[in-house]
Every structure is written in structure tokens, then in C-alpha cells.
């Protein structure tokens, strides 16, 4: 009898089932049984920021999963609150976040919970995080849980009307009228604001009064804006003919047109001119409908050219995620509830699988050996953020595709638990296997190949086994998962220090965390593995960077 595979003082030696703790360290029961790291609070609130908990995990249902990343918010506000405004702000500016309602969220309980100088710095950057109506409706409705209106939340909301220029105005009051319960009437009866300028109390009198109170007022020097104002009114009355017309020369949006001129593919024509890049992506499936989008019409070029353009995806902060669901979607030819139908355009659909690229940071390639893990297992089917027909294990395997184009040197795997005995059963799962994807395969084909790979429990630490039965040389190993690992004889951490005993490579683990729950399989103490956050759109350029020779933070 080995009685070292029981007691070692090397953790090497020793190797611990997941499903118990590796002795003399900080592992804590993960949600399916097994034991992981714990990651520091900090890690955990960029993990709600970008991923949210919007439809829960596979193992942790919305409610309790928002409850507990809302405390680690608390627990982050404690101690340091203007940090946390400060994140808040950088995600969201960014665009790193598929959705901005987790940077939302934050804000508002920081503008309930912060003190004085983390409510100050709430205040402040309010617009930058608040960019459109929506989000300022969304932030209203969540700030109500956490506080009254009070002085500080009546300056901010008052301070967002009047800071924008009329124009800019008027645009957000005419395109998002209303949201979550909450309208225009209501926030500015609330914050009181006082108009800086005739055109600014003109749009204010159109949001509490309507088109009689813009009727009312004389000496406006801005006709842009009643000429706006006057437009979208008029648009009621009007052919769609006419309305194309009107949409051009003011620059009107989908949202500030009727619905019943919306199935004529002339006034999609006139929208498209001068249609935001999101707005453009959202309603490809529409225009291809009504006759728009079809083969050889110039608005497919069009549309091609705007999703080709990388400085316009970014200053739209379109995200990668928003970008592969819309492929998704567009692809299959039909909305996913089957209301909708449409024939898709090939040339559109290559576009979108070109954007899904250009909307992640450019990473260069480390020269290394890379293997590109997909943890395919049953905890992986739970949702990304909230879309409900796109899953961790599509979004997942897109991602690793960004990585893979920039480096020329790398494989596929996908794995579930393996052939290795476990506590609850000697042989459960397929185990790990390559996968014959590649960057130049379209997206959508990727992920139905994805999609269509057996589900079974989770043992994160095959990659590193399975490279070192055969004997794979790696550098670098990047595995996709939830972290919620459980069924494998040996930890993964554990698994990689044998790979680099045994093969003399020294070789490192970036674990690409796809829920947003407190778990990693990376140990905290060793520089040679990293923690990142799935779905950030600069998640590829940090796998380059410590791959190339950079260590864990």
C-alpha cells in the first residue's frame, strides 16, 4: 500500500477527490458538492458587473444568486466605496458588460448604502453610467429599494436632464418615452429641474404636458427641436411614403415611428440611413422580413459596411455576446418563439461572424501551446445573462474562438467528467475529446456543433490529465467553465502540478469563470494560474498577456 496517496506534505504528492477539500488550503464547498477556491470579494463584483445573475445557474436559482452578488456589492462598499463607483464606472464605459443593468444595480445601492464620499462619486458619474433614458428608468426603479428621492437623487436626476444639450435631449425623450413604470412626466416632476434654456423648457414641457404644452410656449430659438418634436407628431398622420420622408430629413429613430408603418420595407429604408449600430443588429431579422434585406439590394451592402466597421462597434459599445446571439438568431431564419420568419442573407450572416471579432480588444499571439478547454457539462446549459436562448456552452465556445484566431499553435477540447472513478460513480460522462472547430469556421456553425455535445457532471481537472496520458506538450491552458467541478479523482490545480512535474513543462491555467459565483478552480497562491471573467470583451488580451510570460494578480 502507497500510504502517500492518503498523506503527503507536498500537495503534488497528495491527491485529493474533488469531492473533498485539498488539505491546508482555503477550498470551500462549490454548489454541486464538489470544492473549489473561493475568489476575493472584488474578483466576485467584476463578475456581476459583466456577467450579471439574470436567470440564476444551473445550481443557484436568480434570487439567491443576486442576493448573494448584492451583498459582496455591500461587502466591496465597506470598504471602499468610491473603488466601487469607480469599477462601476470603468465596466460600463467601457463596454465589457453584455447588459448594463448589473453596473445599474450597483450604482443604485451605492447611492443607498455608500456614505457621504462614495454618494458624492454616485452623483457625479450618474450620466456616464445612466447613458439613455432606459438606463436612467432602470436606476430610478432600483434606487427606490435602497432609499428615498432625498436632495442627492434629486440633483443627479435633474443634473441628467440639464447637462445634455437640447438636441441630445430631445432625442432621448422622443425615443424612450417610457420604461420599467417610470416616464419622463414622472422623473422630472420628481427632480424639479430648472430648463437652461428655452429648448430645454420646451422638451421638458412636452414630457409632463405633451404636444399642447410645446404649443403653448413662445421664443424658442432652437427649431431643431420643434422641428423634432413636430415630426414625430406629424408622423401619426402621414403615409408610409411620407413618413419615409420624414424619418430622413430629422433623423428619426424605429422607436418614434408608429407601429403600423413599420411593415413597409420604405420606411426601414429611410430608418436605416441613419440607424444606431445596435439598433441595426436588433432588427436585422425585421428588414429581412418586410423585403429590405434581400440578395443583391444595396442595403445589404450597407449593412455590411456598418457591421465591418470597428470604430463604430466600439463607440456604440457593442458587445461580442449581443453580437453572437443576434448571429444566432439571424442564422436559423425565424425569431426564437416562432413569430417571426424570414429568409437569412448569407452576406449578413458572414458580417455578423466578422463583427463578432472586432468587437473584442486585438490580443497578439504568445507563440505558445495553447489547449482551448470547453467545459460542455450540465451546469454549462444555464443561460448568459439573461438571454434566454443562448447558453454558457455556445458563448463559451465563440470566445475561445477570439483566443484561438491569434494563436496559430492551439487545440480544442471539450469535457465533461471523465472515465476516472469518482464517489458517485466509476465511469459517468463522455470525458474529454478534441473538437475540429477552427476560426475560420462560421460561428453559427461552431455553435451548433457545440450545442449537439453530450452533457454530463463536471471534472475541470481532465484537460491537464488527458494532456498528460498522451503526452501533448501545453503551455498554456485556458479552460472555459462555471468552476462548479466535482466528479474527478483529483483536484485541477492538483492535475497541473503533475503535468508540469512530469512533462518539465512549466505550464499555466487561466480559468475563464462563466457564472457569476464565487468559485475557482485557480489556486490564489500559485502566480502560474489565473482567474479572469468570461464574456469581458479585454478577456483575450489578459489570456495573451500572462500567457505570454505575465503572472496572477
Not at 104 to 111: D, E, N
Not at 112 to 138: I, M, N
Not at 328 to 354: E, S
Request: hydrophobic fraction near 45%.
Amino acid at each position: 500500500m502507497d500510504y502517500t496517496k492518503h498523506f503527503a506534505t507536498r500537495l503534488l504528492r497528495l491527491l485529493t477527490p474533488q469531492s473533498e477539500p485539498i488539505p491546508n488550503t482555503t477550498q470551500v464547498p462549490n454548489s454541486a458538492g464538489g470544492y473549489a477556491w473561493p475568489v476575493d470579494q472584488w474578483t466576485r463584483l467584476d463578475r456581476f458587473l459583466i456577467l450579471g445573475s439574470e436567470g440564476g445557474t444551473y445550481y443557484i436559482g436568480e434570487r439567491k444568486l443576486t442576493q448573494e452578488n448584492a451583498q459582496v456589492v455591500v461587502e466591496c462598499l465597506a470598504e471602499d466605496g468610491p473603488r466601487v463607483v469607480r469599477r462601476i464606472l470603468e465596466i460600463s464605459l467601457a463596454g465589457r458588460a453584455p447588459k448594463n443593468d448589473p453596473a445599474l444595480f450597483a450604482l443604485a445601492i451605492a447611492a443607498g448604502l455608500g456614505d457621504a464620499a462614495t454618494k458624492a462619486l454616485v452623483w457625479e458619474v450618474l450620466p456616464q453610467v445612466a447613458r439613455t433614458s432606459t438606463h436612467l428608468f432602470h436606476w430610478l426603479q432600483y434606487v427606490k429599494a435602497f432609499r428615498g428621492w432625498g436632495r442627492g437623487v434629486r440633483r443627479a436626476v435633474a443634473r441628467w436632464y440639464t447637462a445634455k444639450p437640447a438636441k441630445d435631449l430631445v432625442y432621448q425623450v422622443l425615443k424612450y418615452p417610457s420604461r420599467d413604470g417610470w416616464a419622463h412626466r414622472d422623473a422630472l416632476r420628481l427632480a424639479h429641474p430648472k430648463a437652461p434654456t428655452v429648448a430645454h423648457d420646451l422638451v421638458f414641457r412636452y414630457a409632463t404636458k405633451g404636444w399642447e404644452g410645446v404649443l403653448s410656449l413662445a421664443g424658442v430659438d432652437d427649431m431643431d427641436v420643434v422641428q423634432t418634436i413636430e415630426a414625430v407628431e406629424t408622423l401619426k398622420h402621414q403615409t408610409p411614403g411620407l413618413a419615409a420622408q420624414t424619418i430622413v430629413r430629422h433623423g428619426l429613430t424605429r422607436e418614434m415611428v408608429p407601429t403600423e408603418l413599420l411593415s413597409h420595407a420604405v420606411v426601414w429604408e429611410a430608418l436605416l440611413e441613419r440607424m444606431p449600430v445596435t439598433a441595426l443588429i436588433r432588427n436585422l431579422g425585421v428588414m429581412s422580413k418586410v423585403g429590405l434585406l434581400v440578395p443583391m439590394a444595396s442595403a445589404v451592402g450597407t449593412v455590411i459596411a456598418r457591421l465591418g466597421d470597428r470604430k463604430a462597434l466600439k463607440v456604440a459599445r457593442v458587445h461580442p455576446i449581443a453580437l453572437l446571439a443576434a448571429l444566432k438568431t439571424y442564422a436559423q431564419g425565424h425569431g426564437m418563439k416562432g413569430k417571426n420568419a424570414w429568409r437569412p442573407v448569407p452576406q449578413v450572416v458572414d458580417a455578423l461572424d466578422r463583427s463578432f471579432y472586432l468587437a473584442f480588444e486585438n490580443a497578439p499571439s504568445t507563440g505558445k501551446r495553447v489547449m482551448l478547454a470547453l467545459d460542455v457539462s450540465g451546469s454549462m446549459s444555464a443561460r448568459v445573462n439573461g438571454m434566454e436562448y443562448l447558453d454558457c456552452r455556445e458563448a463559451s465556445a465563440a470566445m475561445a474562438l477570439v483566443t484561438a484566431a491569434s494563436e496559430p499553435n492551439h487545440m480544442f477540447t471539450a469535457f465533461t467528467a471523465g472515465n476516472y472513478p469518482s464517489r458517485w460513480s466509476p465511469r459517468l460522462g463522455s470525458g474529454l475529446s478534441t473538437l475540429a472547430i477552427s476560426p475560420r469556421q462560421r460561428l453559427d456553425d461552431v455553435v451548433k456543433r457545440i450545442s449537439g455535445l453530450t452533457f454530463g457532471g463536471t471534472d475541470c481537472a481532465l484537460p491537464m490529465l488527458e494532456a498528460l496520458k498522451h503526452r501533448w506538450p501545453i503551455d498554456l491552458f485556458v479552460v472555459y467553465t462555471d468552476s462548479e467541478t466535482w466528479a474527478g479523482q483529483v483536484h485541477p490545480a492538483q492535475a497541473l502540478r503533475q503535468y508540469r512535474e512530469r512533462m518539465g513543462i512549466p505550464a499555466k491555467l487561466v480559468v475563464v469563470g462563466m457564472a457569476s459565483n464565487g468559485f475557482s478552480i485557480a489556486d490564489p497562491t500559485d502566480a502560474g494560474m489565473l482567474d479572469v471573467v468570461g464574456f469581458d470583451t479585454a478577456t483575450p488580451q489578459v489570456i495573451a498577456d500572462f500567457g505570454a510570460g505575465g503572472q496572477a494578480r
